[in-house]
């Protein structure tokens, strides 16, 4: 995303970023595929077959092909918006789970080169006590937000970080401007 210069004392209206991760949706046919298996066995089955292993059977397919699609779909993409009051963090498609971080909360931002989900223990909402929180989508850049009060941190992956990081110091050196009579 690249925007046209502007003056140091003036900040974007709104900036907004994304990042997403195709091979999420490979392991959301992984949960298809189990969610179809579990269809499967629950109509394919004679009348005359043991009601409790199938039903046992039946269930844990749908149930666990059910957590991997919605687990995987949830982090297929995240989507980051910096305005003058807060820095908005939505996932998925219907944007849940969400985080919204007003600016009084926040101390500052860096560039974070490269954030892998190794680092993190995976994709999806994460939290390490040494870490803090992070939404992991995909290996590579990313902004770190560090929180206002005691070292707390907000990570997130993102395309353009070098914009966000302006964006969110560009802000925060507008609220600590006097206002003028």
């Known amino acids: 995303m690249t925007h046209a210069p502007r003056p140091e004392s003036v900040a974007p209206q709104v900036w907004t970023g994304r990042a997403s991760n195709r091979m999420q949706w490979v392991l959301a046919g992984v949960g298809a595929a ?13 009348a005359t077959t043991d009601l409790v292993p199938l039903v046992m ?3 844990g397919c749908l149930a666990v092909g059910l957590l991997i699609i919605f687990g995987t779909v949830a982090f ?7 305005d003058r009051e ?5 996932c998925g498609h219907i944007g849940l789970p969400r985080r919204r971080i007003p600016l009084a909360d ?7 080169p490269l954030i892998t989900p190794r ?13 803090g929180t992070a939404v992991v989508v995909r290996r590579g850049p990313g902004i770190v937000i560090d929180l206002v009060g ?13 914009g966000a990081v302006q964006a969110i110091a560009a802000w925060l050196r507008l609220r600590a401007l006097p206002l003028d009579s």
């Open 119 to 131: 680092a993190w223990g995976g994709w999806g909402y994460r939290w390490r006590p040494e870490k």
């Open 76 to 82: 297929t993409h995240v989507k980051v918006q910096v």
């Open 86 to 90: 807060c820095v908005e963090v939505r």
């Open 57 to 59: 059977s039946v269930v």
């Open 106 to 112: 926040v101390s500052g931002a860096r560039l974070a």
């Open 34 to 46: 189990c969610l179809a298996l579990g269809i499967v066995l629950a109509v394919g089955q004679p």
């Open 150 to 162: 005691g070292g707390r941190r907000f990570t997130v992956t993102v395309d353009d970080p070098e």
